[in-house]
């Protein structure tokens, strides 16, 4: 009789472990996937930063340039910023465009700068985890 209570009491047992067993696997799941992602999410805020680092070095070289040496013509010029970031990998496209023909004559400079987390000397790339921002400023 014992014997008998014994063996219906197997399968009960090995139903209950492969459940629990599941259910400690799911939450060790989860638990890694959140802390991948606030890995991933830490590591996008510093490429955000140096991208938007990047496009502001950029904005402000040419900024410089323009106020104290008076350095653009009229008409669009464009150069890059390499070299910039935490980790020297950022860069920066800059176009500076020259407009004289608004009424009343005046010259209207306007600054786009975009600033990028990863870039070779010419500020390419085709890695797909690479950052853009941009900043304009107009004058």
């Given at each position: 009789?014992?014997?008998q209570k014994i063996k219906k009491n197997k399968g009960f047992v090995i139903l209950f472990v492969v459940t629990l067993s599941s259910i400690l696997l799911a939450i060790a799941l989860g638990?890694?996937?959140?802390?991948?992602?606030e890995i991933k999410f830490g590591t996008s805020a510093k490429d955000t930063n140096n991208a938007f680092f990047a496009a502001d070095s950029g904005a402000e070289l040419a900024l410089f340039n323009d106020k104290t040496l008076g350095y653009y013509p009229i008409g669009t010029t464009n150069f890059v910023v390499s070299g910039l970031g935490s980790?020297?990998?950022?860069?920066?496209?800059?176009?500076?465009?020259?407009?004289?023909?608004?009424?009343?004559p005046s010259i209207i400079?306007?600054?786009v700068s975009k600033g990028y987390n990863i870039g070779d000397a010419a500020c390419l790339s085709s890695n797909p985890d690479r950052i853009e921002r941009e900043i304009i400023v107009s004058y």
């Open positions: 009789m014992i014997l638990a890694a996937n959140i802390a991948l992602k980790s020297g990998l950022s860069c920066a496209n800059v176009s500076v465009v020259k407009d004289d023909t608004t009424s009343p400079t306007t600054v």
